[in-house]
């Protein structure tokens, strides 16, 4: 079978020839800078010119010759950064979301389309540190200007052809990459992590308009990036944090209440717009809301975070793996880098041995592969998936 045959099956809960594998496919699944550079010394490549897809996580695009090794069965279209105007002198250049912060030191600052500001921690990757609606109040919110224009012709330059040719000239599954915040995790970029998650509780009024205006945003860059490519890709990744290491950040009926109709009205307006399937993700433990999840529109969800409360592998194949599909879980990146190579070779063919049977599943590990890890223990990853993939 050829990768997009492969993983739509596997979507469809039908069993293909092998797992479909996935390293580089979304900001998600992936490989952080330093990790990528410690996997290729191991692999003994010197070229350059990886593709840096999220600058504040600080990771990367592995090049052609690891994802080749590895069977990888994913390849992907990005929006691009907005330009100033249709006529400025950047228009078509290299925007944010290419260039490298690796070398800024500690306690770098940056602000990003909504006025949030994020400070480099632990020389790695970005938190964000200061919320401009942070003191805000529902006129304030109706004034803010700071939103992002999803309809700036920046952002789609060139996607139309990129997606056309990966379509019509390859035979890999074509995914939409993650573009923008969910309504949930934006609020709490926007406002501040207490502060909205007091709303929630205390000023609902304020964190319905304020997910609301997101919603209206995300909806907008979706139809935006969609109009081009909605012909070509096969899966749309969105993210919305909810899960924490031991349950949700909130109560299941504080979301059912509040988020989950913002959830409803993004991925219907997807789903209006492509014939692709809708890929959330959600870090941590939110087995309490998989059946939400299935119902508001999502097909598969990522990253499987099996170390997270209640994300046991066995568990969710066995009580969701009729329903949706995982797109993650084959390794657990916190453990990872303390593995042998005999023990993460033991830990992939368990994981593929419980989620393979029946298709819905693809091989990615639990999140982006640390900056901690050897490059010995990232390739033991890939080369126990190719290993045990086939069914």
């Known amino acids: 079978m050829k990768s997009r045959e492969r993983v739509l099956a596997a979507v469809k809960h039908q069993e293909p020839d092998r797992v479909p594998i996935d390293l580089g496919g979304t900001i998600c699944t992936t490989i952080s800078a330093t990790a990528n550079k410690k996997l290729k010394e191991f692999l003994n490549i010197s070229r350059v010119g990886e593709i840096i897809t999220h600058p504040l996580m600080d990771v990367v695009l592995p090049l052609e010759e690891i994802t080749s090794l590895y069977q990888t069965d994913c390849r992907t279209v990005r929006m691009k950064a907005p330009t100033a105007s249709d006529a400025d002198d950047n228009a078509g250049k290299v925007g944010f979301s290419a260039i490298s912060l690796a070398d800024k030191p500690g306690g770098h600052e940056l602000f990003d389309e909504y006025g949030t500001t994020w400070r480099k921690a632990h020389g790695y990757d970005y938190a964000p540190v200061k919320f401009p609606l942070q003191s805000a109040t529902i006129s304030d919110l109706k004034a803010y200007k700071i939103f992002p224009d999803p309809y700036n012709k920046g952002r789609i330059r060139g996607l139309r052809e990129e997606a056309k040719y990966l379509h019509e000239h390859t035979d890999y599954v074509i995914l939409a990459d993650i573009m923008c915040g969910g309504p949930f995790e934006q609020s709490l970029w926007l406002r501040g992590f207490k502060e909205f998650l007091m709303d929630l509780l205390t000023n609902q009024g304020f964190a319905e308009a304020l997910m609301q205006r997101i ?21 749309v990744c969105q993210g919305d944090d909810l899960g924490m290491q031991t349950g949700l950040q909130i109560s299941p009926e504080l979301y059912r209440k509040l988020i989950k109709p913002c959830h409803k009205k993004l991925f219907s307006f997807i789903h209006s717009k492509t014939e692709a399937k809708v890929w959330m993700h959600s870090c941590g433990s939110i087995s309490e809301i998989i059946p939400d999840l299935i119902e508001v529109g999502v097909d598969i969800i990522n990253p499987v975070q099996t170390g997270a409360r209640g994300m046991e592998l066995r568990r969710l194949k066995k009580d969701f793996g009729r329903d949706i599909t995982f797109w993650g879980g084959g390794i657990d990146v916190q453990i990872l880098p303390f593995l042998t190579p005999d023990e993460i070779r033991e830990h992939v063919k368990e994981a593929i041995s419980i989620a393979a049977p029946g298709g819905g599943f693809i091989f990615a590990a639990t999140h982006n592969i640390l900056p901690e890890t050897s490059g010995e223990n990232t390739n033991a990853v890939f080369m126990a998936a190719k290993e045990f993939a086939a069914y």
């Open 215 to 235: 919603t209206e945003i995300d909806i907008g860059m979706w139809d935006s990036q969609l109009s081009q490519v909605g012909n070509y890709v096969d899966v």
